[in-house]
């Protein structure tokens, strides 16, 4: 295996005992790097702080990715015109925050023989957002369900508003003596 010292430097390719030696002679750890490399790399360091520093990586990841939300919003086919709009403003501003939109439509007994209405409601819902947002997955069957995927276009993205900060007090104004 290539073994590389404690400092950074390449100790160079070593039967595996003479590296566990050569670690224990410097009171650390033999710590394997890369398993699939040829031949494998490993380093002389401690394996506590070793196990410290992943751990702080994995947390500065964290905090870099993005959690991605998935609303849902529930239509039928014979939707009233106000429960369509209400509906679509509900899926406009989850967009503009930012979120997923999974637009759903289930279908209830006799309704499967009318999946073209469903589709309808979805390809009105699709055209009026098209503004604000684009269609991930276009609008597919499962089950007696249809259902689309929303997503918000890259330029509308905006972050969520925090609360504004308050203003500083200001002193009063110094009277002069007198």
């Known amino acids: 295996m290539r073994v590389i010292g404690a400092d950074g430097e390449q100790v160079g390719i070593l039967p595996v005992f003479e590296a566990i030696k050569l670690a224990k002679e410097k009171g650390l750890d033999l710590v394997e790097i890369s398993p699939t490399a040829?031949?494998?790399?490993c380093r002389i360091q401690d394996y506590g702080k070793f196990l410290y520093?992943?751990?702080k990586k994995e947390?500065?990841?964290?905090k870099t990715q993005k959690n991605i939300v998935i609303k849902e919003v529930k239509f039928s086919i014979n939707v009233d015109?106000?429960?369509?709009?209400?509906?679509?403003n509900h899926v406009l501003r989850f967009l503009a925050e930012?979120?997923?939109?999974k637009a759903s439509?289930?279908?209830?007994?006799?309704e499967?023989?009318?999946?073209?209405?469903g589709r309808d409601v979805l390809d009105r819902l699709i055209r009026e957002i098209s503004d604000k947002g684009q269609v991930e997955f276009a609008p597919r069957m499962?089950?007696?369900t249809m259902h689309a995927i929303l997503i918000p276009k890259k330029e509308q993205v905006q972050a969520k508003p925090k609360a504004p900060k308050p203003p500083a007090p200001q002193a009063p104004p110094a009277q002069p003596a007198g």
């Not at 499967?112 to 209405?117: G, S, T, V």
């Open 38 to 41: 040829q031949p494998p790399v």
């Open 53 to 55: 520093e992943m751990g």
């Open 59 to 62: 947390k500065a990841a964290k």
């Open 81 to 88: 015109e106000h429960d369509f709009t209400t509906k679509k």
């Open 98 to 101: 930012g979120d997923k939109v």
């Open 105 to 110: 439509l289930r279908f209830k007994g006799r």
């Open 112 to 117: 499967m023989a009318h999946r073209n209405l």
């Open 142 to 144: 499962e089950g007696n």
